[in-house]
């Protein structure tokens, strides 16, 4: 990590992971780290809800440009489901549309539906989410009071784990059935509506009242910092360090460096010795020079090394 101190001038390019407190929007955590950093030109990788907590990965000068091919990575959730009630949002800070109640699920039941969600799935956003119909946010259409379809898109569920479950009563007296659960999916995927699927196919209705994102990618919590702890000491992950975590590494020599900083597609290795953990190298490839210097993402593109971001 390299270590600044408080905002000031020529913040270092690279990668923040912000534990992302409740009541703050993503929008509202990168205004905070453009004042602790000294610099407009900050940015972050998926966007958490207000009522969501964790991992949030905020990008400072040149990193921001690795910020779209950071949020297509995978995510890990931990949440609670609230199993009996349905709400607007399909989560907590929704006014509730129906109590039906969850007295009557049994544990097979809900297992059952669990595994139901799990895999490749087709999933319908929340109309509250921030997707575009026709060129409109979702969520404005749905405050305007407007009737609309959000077509499913397919998303991957690669873990859904169900660890507790408590009967409580709501405050209107319904009988509800709390589920803590751990989600691992692909980019896209909505916690929220999960619970809501996972509760109509139930019969009994259901919405998220917590959920808590503890990996995007690599970046996990442990690496996370509160933006108390980031105002006092302000932490930079340096941007080579960022791209090799986080994608598969090919190291060139200086000749074909100086090749790839001049917009020149060089062949990609294939077979013993491609560029990460395996021959296929699919998605983007983090291109480092001698001495470790990061040039380049790259794509393969008919064998040749498409750049996606130049970095020298």
Same mark, same amino acid.
């Given at each position: 990590?390299?270590?600044?101190?408080?905002? %000031?001038?020529?913040?270092?390019?690279? #990668?923040?992971?912000?534990?992302?407190?409740?009541?703050?929007?993503?929008?509202?955590?990168?205004?905070?780290?453009? $004042?602790?950093?000294?610099?407009? @030109?900050?940015?972050?990788?998926?966007?958490?809800?207000?009522?969501?907590?964790?991992?949030?990965?905020?990008?400072?000068?040149?990193?921001? $440009?690795?910020?779209?091919?950071?949020?297509?990575?995978?995510? +890990?959730?931990?949440?609670?489901? @609230? #199993?009996?009630?349905?709400?607007?949002?399909?989560?907590?800070?929704?006014?509730?549309?129906?109590?039906?109640?969850?007295?009557?699920?049994?544990?097979?039941?809900?297992?059952?539906?669990?595994?139901? =969600?799990?895999?490749?799935?087709?999933?319908?956003?929340?109309?509250?989410?921030?997707?575009?119909?026709?060129?409109?946010?979702?969520?404005? @259409?749905?405050?305007?009071?407007?009737?609309?379809?959000?077509?499913?898109?397919?998303?991957?569920? /690669?873990?859904?784990?169900?660890?507790?479950?408590?009967?409580?009563? !709501?405050?209107?007296?319904?009988?509800? #059935?709390?589920?803590?659960?751990?989600?691992?999916?692909?980019?896209?995927?909505?916690? @929220?509506?999960?619970?809501?699927? #996972? %509760?109509?196919?139930?019969?009994?209705?259901?919405?998220?009242?917590? =959920?808590?994102?503890? $990996?995007?990618?690599?970046?996990?919590?442990?690496?996370?910092?509160?933006?108390?702890?980031?105002?006092? /000491?302000?932490?930079?992950?340096?941007?080579? +360090?960022?791209?090799?975590?986080?994608?598969?590494?090919?190291?060139?020599?200086?000749?074909?460096?100086?090749?790839?900083?001049?917009?020149?597609?060089?062949?990609?290795?294939?077979?013993? %010795?491609?560029?990460?953990?395996?021959?296929?190298? /699919?998605?983007?490839? !983090?291109?480092?020079?001698?001495?470790?210097?990061?040039?380049?993402?790259?794509?393969?593109?008919?064998?040749? !090394?498409?750049?996606?971001?130049?970095?020298?």
């Amino acid at each position: 990590m390299t270590r600044k101190g408080r905002a %000031g001038s020529g913040a270092p390019d690279g #990668l923040v992971i912000v534990d992302k407190p409740a009541g703050f929007t993503s929008h509202d955590v990168v205004a905070k780290m453009r $004042r602790f950093a000294g610099t407009r @030109r900050v940015g972050h990788a998926g966007t958490l809800d207000p009522m969501a907590t964790g991992v949030l990965v905020v990008g400072v000068e040149k990193a921001t $440009r690795l910020l779209g091919h950071l949020a297509l990575t995978e995510k +890990e959730y931990r949440a609670t489901i @609230r #199993l009996g009630q349905t709400t607007v949002t399909d989560d907590a800070e929704g006014e509730i549309t129906a109590s039906d109640g969850a007295a009557g699920v049994e544990p097979g039941a809900v297992q059952a539906g669990i595994e139901e =969600l799990t895999g490749d799935i087709q999933q319908v956003p929340s109309k509250v989410s921030a997707i575009k119909i026709d060129g409109k946010r979702s969520y404005a @259409r749905a405050r305007e009071g407007e009737e609309f379809v959000i077509p499913a898109r397919p998303v991957t569920v /690669s873990s859904f784990v169900l660890h507790d479950r408590r009967e409580a009563k !709501a405050e209107d007296g319904t009988t509800v #059935l709390d589920l803590d659960v751990t989600v691992v999916c692909s980019s896209g995927t909505y916690i @929220r509506a999960l619970a809501r699927d #996972l %509760g109509a196919g139930l019969g009994a209705g259901g919405h998220l009242t917590a =959920l808590r994102r503890t $990996r995007v990618g690599p970046y996990g919590l442990e690496a996370a910092r509160t933006l108390e702890s980031l105002e006092e /000491s302000l932490e930079i992950m340096p941007i080579a +360090e960022a791209a090799a975590a986080a994608f598969p590494r090919w190291d060139v020599d200086d000749h074909r460096a100086r090749l790839l900083g001049n917009g020149v597609r060089i062949d990609m290795p294939s077979g013993e %010795g491609a560029p990460g953990p395996s021959a296929s190298a /699919s998605g983007p490839v !983090a291109v480092f020079g001698p001495e470790g210097r990061f040039l380049a993402l790259v794509e393969e593109s008919k064998g040749k !090394a498409k750049s996606l971001a130049v970095f020298v």
